[in-house]
């Protein structure tokens, strides 16, 4: 079952005919089955960002589609796609976004919360994800007393507890320390390989990247080259 698919997509930040914009996506096509696990690489400023951004519907493409579970999101409305976002999307980005007035868990829940889940599931959900990643036991501490690695782990959780169609992270160790890193990276790939998530992330780091089961590399603004894993995650990360 393919869970996203792009084609043709076109990003040109200022318009078309000034002078001064910036080709930052150049047609770019791409498919991404259910379970995958799919890592997207290249130098600054190739255009990474903006692809996540556009699958994300946070920003739009100046032409092409992107389809996520045979919805072609540029044909949502605002209001359509603020609710498509919340329930099929999980997020994860370099900055955890944690709010620093909520508990870790009362983050968790925030986006059942949007969707007015009842106050148990809400309970039961952000208990079971939490504990899968080894952080409930810290679930009534606010963000600032807890590490990098376990802000990330919330975030994750976060982005998972609605239990989304793709996770779409953007360097999500890029402020990480090498120990948590692995630790999260370690996550990801539980996610991944236990609940059989689709996960999408961004990255530069070459350790995060060898989590992965395929990558896709880019450069101006184009798929440049794409290499699968076939071995353990040395050897892939040797090839990286
Ligand atoms: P990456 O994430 O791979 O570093 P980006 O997607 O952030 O790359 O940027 C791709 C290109 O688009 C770069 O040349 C960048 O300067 C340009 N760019 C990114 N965002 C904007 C914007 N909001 N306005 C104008 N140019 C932008
Ligand atoms: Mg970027």
Redesign the pocket.
């Known amino acids: 079952m393919i869970v996203l698919q792009t084609k043709q997509l076109i990003k040109i930040?200022?318009g078309k005919k000034d002078v001064n914009s910036?080709r930052?996506l150049n047609g770019v096509d791409m498919r991404i089955e259910n379970g995958e696990f799919v890592g997207v690489m290249?130098?600054?400023?190739?255009?990474?960002?903006?692809?996540l951004?556009i699958l994300g519907g946070i920003d739009k493409p100046t032409s092409g589609f992107v389809k996520i579970m045979d919805k072609n999101i540029e044909a949502l409305s605002k209001d359509e796609l603020a609710i498509f976002r919340r329930k099929k999307l999980g997020f994860v980005f370099q900055e955890f976004n944690l709010m620093d007035s909520l508990t870790l868990k009362e983050n968790v829940m925030l986006p059942m919360i949007l969707n007015k889940n009842k106050p148990d599931i809400m309970e039961a959900k952000a208990k079971e994800i939490m504990e899968f990643f080894e952080i409930y036991d810290i679930c009534d501490k606010y963000p600032y007393n807890v590490s990098g690695g376990q802000q990330q782990r919330v975030a994750a959780s976060r982005a998972l507890v609605n239990d989304p169609d793709i996770i779409l992270a953007d360097e999500p160790t890029g402020n990480l320390d090498s120990k948590s890193s692995n630790n999260v990276m370690k996550c990801l790939e539980k996610m991944n390989e236990e609940r059989n998530s689709t996960i999408l992330m961004?990255t530069h780091d070459p350790f995060a990247a060898s989590f992965c089961k395929r990558i896709i590399f880019?450069k101006d603004?184009n798929i440049n080259m794409e290499i699968a894993r076939k071995g353990d995650r040395k050897e892939f990360f040797d090839r990286i």
Do not use: E, F
């Open positions: 930040y200022g910036t930052a290249g130098p600054s400023g190739s255009g990474k960002t903006t692809l951004n961004v880019i603004g």
